[in-house]
């Protein structure tokens, strides 16, 4: 399904070899070396290389020789660099904790980072990862993941957090994903999506609005923004939400599109649009409400678009609602 080689992002990464359609199984992978996490943050102390050494002398010769190929100036730079957080699922069924532990998958450290990933990794109790397509992916491109702990991070703060993720920094030369190599104005935007979803993440847990058109609106700026829910942070969010409030965000979105009211005024961004893919991401407000007469449809005038001076009537399952105008 991949082949690991030349990527345009980083070094090598995993590239498609075939169309792979969305939530799609990839690739389970065995953990090749767990290490603690304690002796890493000391890597003047000996104990941890030497610790480090034992369990790379007891690895087949082309394991050790896939390990030493890695990103990385040293051995422990390495494990760190590349690593993966194991998770102790029973003492943290919301998976934001770890087990102080590192785990190396040999395959899996290929896997480059993207600031709008179209695959996600999980491991689970018996340490095994599961990488699983988010998006469909065509063949030639490569599959990605989000190295992020807050996936919903503007870019310059998404910037720090990676500088944090690299022992020396030496292979960190910014980020090189197609969202951070986008003109400003691209991540301006994208920059404004991300502070909202926050600011929805926030109310969705803390707040007092209501949780289910929340969900929504959260969930349909997500796609807009090209995330997947799986990604760390917001599937914790999820998991928090499903135990506070007993809602399943997974299964509410569509559920509740039903009880939203598109009354005139109401700002909103179009998404999911297939016969006008240019128009998704694009702002208006609700002209005519929904319409029965009309199909179920929405009357929306567009901000900004030169040739529709005219509302456009759309479906609700396109409009995603805007909270304060402000957009
Ligand atoms: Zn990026």
Redesign the pocket.
């Known amino acids: 399904m991949f082949r690991i080689s030349d990527s345009d992002i980083h070094g090598i990464g995993w590239i498609a070899t075939c169309n792979i359609r969305a939530d799609t199984p990839i690739l389970d992978e065995k953990v090749c070396i767990r290490m603690p996490l304690g002796p890493l943050y000391l890597p003047n102390d000996p104990s941890g290389l030497k610790l480090l050494q034992e369990l790379v002398s007891n690895l087949s010769e082309d394991q050790r020789t896939s390990l030493l190929a890695l990103d990385g100036i040293s051995l422990l730079d390495k494990i760190w660099t590349n690593g993966h957080c194991l998770i102790d699922h029973d003492v943290d069924p919301l998976g934001v904790g770890t087990r102080k532990e590192l785990g190396i998958y040999l395959k899996c450290a290929r896997l480059n980072?993207?600031?709008?990933p179209n695959a996600a990794r999980a491991s689970d109790k018996d340490d095994i990862m599961s990488v699983v397509s988010q998006k469909p992916i065509a063949a030639g491109e490569e599959i990605t993941i989000s190295y992020m702990d807050d996936n919903l991070a503007v870019?310059a703060d998404?910037e720090s957090q990676?500088q944090s993720k690299i022992y020396v920094g030496k292979f960190w030369e910014g980020?090189?994903?197609?969202?951070?190599?986008s003109p400003e104005e691209v991540k301006k935007v994208s920059d404004a999506r991300r502070r909202r979803l926050s600011y929805y993440r926030d109310e969705l847990l803390q707040g007092t609005m209501s949780k289910e058109v929340l969900v929504t609106e959260f969930l349909s700026l997500m796609e807009v923004e090209g995330l997947p829910n799986s990604l760390m942070g917001t599937a914790a969010t999820m998991k928090m939400v499903n135990l506070l409030f007993g809602i399943d965000m997974r299964t509410a979105s569509q559920n509740t599109l039903d009880s939203i009211s598109f009354d005139k005024g109401t700002r909103v961004v179009l998404h999911k649009l297939k016969a006008r893919p240019e128009l998704n991401g694009k702002t208006g407000f609700v002209v005519h409400p929904l319409n029965s007469k009309a199909n179920g449809r929405v009357g929306v005038l567009l901000d900004l678009v030169e040739d529709t001076s005219k509302p456009i009537a759309l479906k609700p399952e396109n409009l995603c609602l805007i909270r304060d105008g402000n957009r």
Request: proline content about 0%; overall charge positive.
């Open positions: 980072h993207c600031c709008q870019t998404r990676m980020c090189r994903c197609h969202l951070c190599t």
